[in-house]
């Protein structure tokens, strides 16, 4: 089974894989009455946690090139690491000028006691040792000052360090505290808190095939002039014969109208158009079983604390997108506000009405749209959310008003009589 999903980014590997890549569709050759036997081993290329499955090798140079970009390899590596970093750095710096102060009194001879009375005057007072000479360093480059050890005016030598550790101390403080900062202020971490479902659907919208997914934003500060894009990546064979193992196919969002902007209070359902620009255009509900493709959403934005751009992804696999699907309502009006419910932010409920064959033979007219004016899940359940908050209401006021009981029942029953419901579809769509 290993073999199988070994080295499929690489080149072809038997005559089998080579007939199953020479005969591939194109963009839009999904469901052209090529015969599907089971769905290709792959792994995916962006993972659910927004993280890109890709590993470097062979990079020539690599320490070097890192090395030169210093402050964003401290940035990028893991806490811990980092925090090495940060200790290592003073400690060098003390060692490194504690040692220098340690040669300095040993060439000048301080660290010899002088038999008599006379004493001569040492570059750095109280320094008779290396353990006293990497105090003194540390006490210079942090400014603590004990009151002990000090330089004199014996050795301008010694002047000149103490002036040197400092300017060093100081930028060695920038820059660690600039990177620490710029590590917990990284907006990265914002993306945790902004949510995508996990699956995507597809079902009919406004007499149109659609794809759909879910995004939604888990704090209530809100993301700056926000905006998601996707693209389909799949393997692909050119007409020269180049195979491509992960070709990337832009899916609009309503890029040309506007749609790809979007105001995150609450949880939206984006929505991409199948029609003849779109990569999914031949795929039907049997091809979408056996297709070898995964689409990539991204949502990008401003964080409103810091001002800096942000981007969360995610990806769905074909066997992560539901046909005939549709996402339970979220969003509940209430009193005076409106409530957002997570617990069906992932759930869908069925759709049986929905057409099995693809976009392009709608639009060729092969099958009949089935009829829009049944009765949806996402009615019923605001209508039976209003019914709860009708009966919530204050008793002084039901009353003062003596409304009939069942008057939020009977505005219902009138609604759904005006729809002309599809008894069967509402039957089946209520079940959830």
């Not at 999914?280 to 979408?288: F, H, K, P, V």
């Not at 009006?333 to 992932?346: G, I, M, P, T, W």
Request: aromatic fraction near 10%.
């Amino acid at each position: 089974m290993s073999s199988a999903c070994d080295n499929r980014y690489s080149i072809v590997s038997s005559e089998e894989d080579g007939l199953r890549l020479a005969t591939m569709p194109g963009i839009n050759g999904y469901g052209n009455g090529k015969i599907h036997t089971r769905r290709k081993c792959r792994s995916r290329f962006v993972k659910k946690n927004g993280q890109c499955n890709v590993q470097f090798a062979n990079m020539s140079d690599k320490p070097q090139r890192y090395i030169a970009d210093i402050f964003t390899t401290c940035v990028d590596v893991r806490w811990r690491y980092m925090l090495l970093i940060f200790s290592m750095a003073f400690l060098i710096s003390w060692l490194a000028f504690g040692l220098a102060f340690w040669l300095i009194a040993l060439i000048h001879g301080d660290l010899e006691i002088p038999a008599g009375d006379e004493v001569p005057m040492p570059c750095v007072s109280q320094v008779n040792g290396f353990i006293a000479a990497f105090l003194f360093s540390i006490e210079t480059q942090t400014t603590i000052g004990y009151g002990f050890r000090c330089v004199t005016e014996e050795c301008p030598l010694a002047i000149f360090l103490v002036v040197f550790q400092s300017i060093v101390g100081c930028i060695i403080d920038s820059f660690m505290i600039g990177a620490i900062m710029a590590k917990m202020a990284r907006p990265k971490k914002r993306a945790q808190t902004l949510l995508f479902s996990h699956n995507a659907v597809i079902a009919m919208r406004d007499g149109k095939l659609s794809l759909m997914w879910r995004v939604g934003n888990l704090r209530k500060s809100h993301i700056v002039e926000a905006h998601v894009r996707a693209q389909l990546i799949k393997p692909r064979i050119t007409e020269e014969g180049e195979y491509i193992p992960l070709d990337q196919i832009d899916i609009d969002v309503g890029f040309d109208k506007g749609y790809d902007r979007i105001f995150l209070v609450s949880p939206i359902t984006i929505l991409h158009e199948i029609d003849e620009g779109s990569p999914l255009y031949g795929i039907s509900r049997q091809d979408l079983e056996v297709a070898d493709f995964e689409i990539v959403v991204i949502l990008e934005g401003m964080v409103e604390a810091t001002a800096m751009t942000t981007q969360a992804r995610s990806s769905y696999l074909a066997s992560e997108i539901l046909w005939g699907q549709r996402f339970e309502p979220v969003l509940f009006e209430e009193k005076d506000n409106y409530k957002v419910d997570y617990s069906h932010f992932h759930k869908t409920y069925e759709v049986p009405l929905t057409p099995r064959c693809s976009a392009k033979d709608l639009v060729e007219s092969k099958f009949l749209v089935p009829s829009t004016n049944s009765f949806c899940y996402e009615n019923e359940l605001a209508f039976m959310s209003r019914d709860e908050d009708d009966e919530g209401d204050d008793v002084d006021s039901r009353v003062l008003d003596n409304p009939s009981p069942n008057s939020s029942r009977h505005e219902f029953d009138r609604l759904q009589a005006t729809l002309a419901l599809d008894q069967r579809s509402f039957r089946r769509e209520s079940e959830i």
